[in-house]
């Protein structure tokens, strides 16, 4: 069973820093691309970053302006979001996800870990 788990949000000031993490259970973690979206309240679903299998190819929404960095642990199955500098525009539910191409369902989801900015 496809499971994702995400952790370490919480409540941090403006200009302060969290790292999430995405933890990955039944599929073979080391083949698949992973990404981060967030939903903040009142909003859409967004995409923030993305990491290929290797963990050698990183995209990014360009509001991010370089302060989130996303990684991979392959031998320990998870995901990672160094989020740097925070704004409150940051606040949000953050998700990690997968794509399975051969599966049914193919997207998978974590549960969220909350992200809370004062200012």
């Known amino acids: 069973q496809v499971q994702l788990v995400e952790s370490g949000g919480g409540l941090v000031q403006a200009g302060g820093s969290l790292r999430l993490s995405c933890a990955a259970s039944?599929?073979?973690?080391?083949?698949?691309?992973m990404d981060w979206y967030r939903q903040a309240p009142g909003k859409q679903r967004e995409w923030v970053a993305s990491?290929?299998?290797?963990?050698?190819?990183?995209t990014y929404t360009d509001a991010l302006q370089g302060r989130f960095t996303i990684s991979r642990d392959n031998a320990k199955n998870t995901l990672y979001l160094q989020m740097n500098s925070l704004k409150p525009e940051d606040t949000a539910v953050y998700y990690c996800?997968?794509?399975?191409?051969?599966?049914?369902?193919?997207?998978?989801w974590g549960q969220g870990t909350q992200v809370t900015v004062s200012s």
């Open positions: 996800h997968t794509y399975l191409r051969y599966s049914r369902p193919s997207d998978y």
């Open positions: 990491i290929d299998a290797s963990g050698s190819t990183k």
């Open positions: 039944g599929f073979i973690f080391s083949f698949n691309a």
